[in-house]
């Protein structure tokens, strides 16, 4: 460089050096853990090394070629388990690792096969190393669904932790995402996938719905009351119990039961709150188990004889096996039912329906007819979430539930992503979340790369809103008018925009449009007033004010308005009717500081000083302060003195 030669290989050698560097630094810091880390991780590692055919991968492919051709079910309980650990806590690979990798997978059975790919995908998530990355790539060309949605969801978790190494250019990798753009398949796939991470993020708030709203308002059903003296069951009449029907169609109910139907629709988990504490029991100690597909032959589920298990429990089965439960929910209901003594187990076997055939027919329908590898997909990255948020050792891993789970700011994979409509779905996603700033960005592109539309700008216009950048929303929202003209929401929200920023003038401009499409509305009608009366034209909000309050006599909102404007246009009788029915109804903080204003410029002083300490007991000293200095200027602009409000401070304060 110093001799002006050009060199079209130095930045290629440069990349090299540097992944090099990287790679030593990711292998010394794995050497000395193995050494001293008491973790879950290297206690795994140090356990492999010691068995004389997991040393090296070369040899635990041809182990587990062996073992995958024995006969019978209790070796492939062992080597799930085995291979899994071994691929989590597998050294860097050499590409001829993982071609012997990607032919183990051709030759295994297709649940251990599922297993090999959720070891290779929480090495990855540990520890960069491009092979398994590209190996999650060939295991996607495997045929059972089971296996290549795994594979799916890893490559997703993986550009999401790793995105900032790949960026480097790791040539062999952006040379098979380019492959993979010709595969609609794929990208389609990949969408799906990003969603479920996205709903992922949801999960908490959900379970915390479940826990805190909706279970407590399901047990308070008079269903659910106990009959302490079997009086109650005599029947007076038949008939049904009218409290029961007053309680299901109450509001709180009604509300939660909308909620929950909602979340169901839209795909999202609603089962954690309800396993949580199901995952307790000594098989979920074992990491693998957290990964494992479902199977009712599962030594650790299965009675030790076929004759000591209950009827109702092989019945069970077939209902987990096409339930919309993921793996890890089904082992923990079937274990938590196995626990249950042998009387509540029989009572609960009473309250179940018979499974006929006829039933098993319909289940084996809805299990054909639904799409297995969405189906897959959706289980296995609720797996991986019960993982890391509930396994007993979940402080040891980095949650990448907890960082950025937004592939449309991964580079690698972005080119997958960009089809109209996943990105609408995406965006309109984050938006129901409040993920504004997300949201905002995917309009962006579509705002860019689509045609523009009054949709896409309102909905832009309205993250920004929400994100108070009224400028930016403003400017979205007058796009959408352009392109829309008209529309009663673009304006009733421009002018809450001009609102905010003190643009009273445009406020108004915008309010008085929308009332012109729609004069009947009263909240539309109380905030052009409201615009009108900050502009000082007293007469035209009032003319608005009192048509409110003539069709809504209890709108207290209004009564607000009429006393506060009153107050302001020297309309003080009328201003003191309407405090008075304020205060009649109930006072909050603002209420009581002016209810003060209106008995100082009337002369009343002691009775001001009165409600003026009734608000500052509400709100504090130092509060009050504020609330004073921010009416100054509305103060000043009646009969109150410029020296009254640092008089009114000193009198507060000295009662």
């Not at 029961?244 to 909620?259: A, F, H, R, Y």
């Not at 795909?267 to 000594?282: C, E, Q, R, T």
Request: contains cysteine; charged residues 25%; glycine residues 4%.
């Amino acid at each position: 460089m110093l001799q002006d030669m050009a060199d079209p290989c130095r930045n290629l050698m440069y990349h090299n050096l540097t992944e090099k560097a990287l790679i030593l630094n990711d292998r010394f810091y794995r050497a000395i853990n193995l050494i001293f880390s008491s973790t879950i991780y290297y206690k795994t590692l140090r356990e492999n090394l010691k068995h004389p055919h997991l040393r090296n991968l070369h040899d635990t492919v041809q182990w587990a070629t062996d073992m995958a051709q024995k006969e019978g079910n209790g070796h492939l309980t062992e080597l799930q388990s085995t291979l899994f650990k071994v691929l989590w806590t597998s050294d860097i690979w050499s590409p001829s690792e993982r071609e012997a990798m990607g032919k183990l997978l051709t030759v295994l059975p297709d649940k251990v096969a599922a297993m090999c790919v959720s070891g290779v995908t929480m090495g990855f998530l540990d520890m960069y190393d491009p092979q398994k990355y590209l190996f999650l790539f060939d295991a996607y060309e495997h045929p059972a669904a089971i296996v290549n949605q795994r594979a799916v969801v890893g490559i997703a978790l993986g550009c999401l932790m790793h995105d900032n190494r790949m960026r480097r250019g790791e040539h062999d990798i952006y040379m098979r995402v380019f492959d993979m753009e010709k595969r609609n398949d794929f990208k389609k796939e990949l969408q799906y996938a990003q969603m479920q991470i996205l709903r992922s993020r949801e999960t908490e708030k959900i379970s915390k719905f479940m826990n805190e709203e909706f279970m407590p308002e399901m047990l308070k059903s008079p269903l659910l009351k106990r009959d302490k003296t079997g009086l109650d069951s005599l029947a007076i009449e038949d008939g049904m119990n009218p409290e029961w029907e007053k309680w299901i169609e109450s509001k709180d109910v009604q509300n939660k039961m909308n909620i929950m139907n909602h979340l169901y629709s839209t795909g999202a988990d609603v089962h954690m709150a309800s396993f949580a504490n199901m995952k307790n029991f000594p098989f979920f100690r074992e990491i693998s188990n957290w990964f494992l597909p479902f199977d009712s032959e599962h030594p650790d589920i299965s009675p030790v004889t076929q004759d000591k298990q209950p009827s109702w429990l092989g019945q069970m089965r077939e209902l987990f096996e096409n339930s919309e439960f993921c793996d890890s929910d089904c082992y923990s209901l079937y274990l938590f039912m196995s626990s249950l003594s042998q009387n509540t187990q029989q009572m609960m076997g009473f309250q179940l329906p018979t499974i006929d055939e006829e039933m098993r027919e319909k289940l084996r329908e809805m299990y054909a007819q639904k799409n297995q590898r969405e189906y897959q997909c959706k289980k296995y990255a609720q797996n991986i979430y019960r993982f890391y948020k509930l396994f007993s050792h979940r402080h040891e891993f980095t949650d990448i539930f907890k960082e950025e789970t937004n592939l449309q700011f991964c580079d690698l994979l972005l080119p997958l992503l960009q089809e109209k409509g996943h990105l609408k779905e995406m965006a309109q996603f984050l938006l129901s979340q409040k993920h504004y700033e997300e949201a905002e960005q995917i309009y962006a592109t579509l705002a860019h790369e689509t045609e523009p539309t009054a949709e896409t700008a309102q909905k832009r216009g309205f993250c920004m809103q929400q994100m108070k950048q009224y400028e930016e929303a403003i400017i979205n929202y007058e796009e959408a008018e352009l392109i829309s003209p008209g529309n009663l929401w673009t304006l009733t929200h421009l002018a809450q925009c001009y609102s905010s920023v003190e643009n009273d003038e445009k406020a108004a401009q915008y309010y008085l449009m929308a009332e012109a499409i729609a004069p009947d509305d009263l909240s539309l009608q109380l905030q052009t007033g409201n615009s009108l009366a900050k502009m000082g034209d007293y007469e035209e909000a009032f003319k608005r004010f009192f048509k409110v309050h003539y069709l809504d006599e209890k709108n207290g909102s209004v009564w607000r308005a009429i006393a506060w404007y009153s107050l302001l246009a020297g309309k003080k009788e009328q201003a003191e009717r309407f405090y008075r029915m304020i205060e009649e109804n109930g006072c909050n903080e603002n209420d009581l500081l002016n209810i003060g204003h209106m008995h100082w410029l009337n002369g009343h002083y002691k009775q001001a000083i009165k409600y003026y300490r009734d608000c500052q007991q509400k709100v504090g000293e130092e509060t009050f302060q504020e609330m004073m200095m921010a009416d100054e200027d509305n103060l000043l602009c009646t009969d109150m003195q410029v020296t009254d409000i640092p008089l009114i401070l000193d009198l507060v304060k000295m009662a």
